[in-house]
């Protein structure tokens, strides 16, 4: 098969197109033949390996995938041979087939393309667990949401409106900007007017820009808010880890001092979904319901750019390069 193969940690152009033997399914895993990929901003970090847990170049990186299955291992008789399925493999998706533990592949809500397929599993996931699990969002709560145009931001904001909040989507451009207007954002403000926007408080934010902007919106959470914080986005340069910059970012988040959340009631809270295997059954039961809001068009999977695996790193470097909207995801012949 064809795959894409990180031949050491760095920017995008480290990607090489590669044949390699096809891979086999163990005891317990199932075949998926990839149609098509969901490019998430993880991918870019393991590229440049600064993911948890990346494995050593090379190595295949990709996270998500939607396909068919293409063949079952040992012990496992579902889902059927031919089912199209999402998948998380967090590592190895960037290829033509790749294997999965049989037990964590779920199937495509019926009537979704594959494209679409590769589109809101990751993300979905991670912005219902940062608005809902996390930031316990209420109707009628102000709940600010950063790179609120991204693959995350595009389907928080959707569900946050959807919830009754009042959205604040913070974008970096005019037209991603337009998007998140588009997407029922309320009030829709640049970086540079982040902090402005921030002057009446707000309830929650969802924050994966982290950095300097942490400060702000943290200053500005009401009693009982809640501030989730689950990606360091402003770490990364247009096509490498900027790690003075990150130095910098980092010092200018400040210090948390324990004591001083119980006077001011706020809550800190930090995830990374690839971490907490023991939040698998409760997720499952997250993605049937993400699927149900997708099926009866409550939820849009929002897909800026779609790229042919020939052009994925491409891909990798226009996602990085923050000029994509929305999901960018790749096609797989
Ligand atoms: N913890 C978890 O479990 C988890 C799971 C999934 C994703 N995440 C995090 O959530 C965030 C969104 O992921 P995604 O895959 O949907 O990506 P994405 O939002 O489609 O792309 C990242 C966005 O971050 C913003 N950004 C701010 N500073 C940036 C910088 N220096 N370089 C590049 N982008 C910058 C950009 O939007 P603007 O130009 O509008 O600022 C960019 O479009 C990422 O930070 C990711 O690491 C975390």
């Excluded at 219902?128 to 595009?154: C, S, Y």
């Excluded at 986005?233 to 988040?253: H, N």
């Amino acid at each position: 098969m064809r795959a894409w193969i990180a031949h050491r940690y760095g920017p995008p152009e480290v990607l090489r197109l590669a044949e390699i033997p096809d891979p086999q399914p163990g005891p317990g895993q199932a075949l998926v033949r990839v149609r098509a990929i969901g490019l998430n901003f993880a991918d870019c970090m393991a590229r440049a390996g600064v993911y948890p847990n990346t494995p050593k170049p090379p190595f295949v990186p990709g996270m998500e995938v939607a396909g068919e299955v293409a063949a079952l291992g040992e012990g496992v008789t579902e889902p059927p041979v031919g089912t199209a399925v999402a998948a998380v493999p967090i590592f190895g998706g960037h290829a033509e087939y790749v294997v999965v533990k049989a037990s964590h592949l779920r199937p495509l809500p019926s009537g979704l393309s594959f494209v679409e397929g590769a589109s809101f599993v990751v993300t979905g996931l991670t912005a219902d667990h940062a608005l809902f699990t996390v930031g316990r969002v209420r109707p009628g709560e102000r709940v600010a949401i950063l790179a609120a145009a991204g693959g995350v931001g595009t389907l928080a904001v959707q569900m946050a409106v959807r919830a009754g909040a009042h959205v604040l989507g913070v974008a970096s451009s005019p037209a991603k900007r337009e998007l998140v207007r588009q997407l029922g954002a309320q009030e829709v403000v640049g970086y540079e007017t982040y902090p402005q926007a921030l002057r009446g408080g707000v309830d929650v934010v969802l924050d994966s820009v982290a950095g300097r902007l942490f400060r702000l919106g943290w200053r500005a959470l009401r009693p009982d808010g809640r501030y989730v914080l689950f990606g360091f986005a402003s770490a990364v340069g247009p096509r490498r880890i900027r790690y003075l910059r990150a130095a910098v970012e980092l010092v200018r988040m400040g210090v948390v001092l324990p004591a001083a959340l119980v006077q001011s009631c706020r809550t800190l809270a930090g995830f990374n979904l690839s971490l907490v295997p023991h939040l698998a059954p409760h997720l499952v039961q997250r993605y049937q319901l993400l699927c149900q809001s997708l099926q009866n068009g409550e939820l849009k999977p929002v897909i800026g750019k779609v790229f042919t695996f020939s052009e994925l790193s491409s891909a990798h470097a226009f996602l990085q390069g923050r000029g994509s909207f929305a999901k960018v995801v790749v096609t797989v012949p």
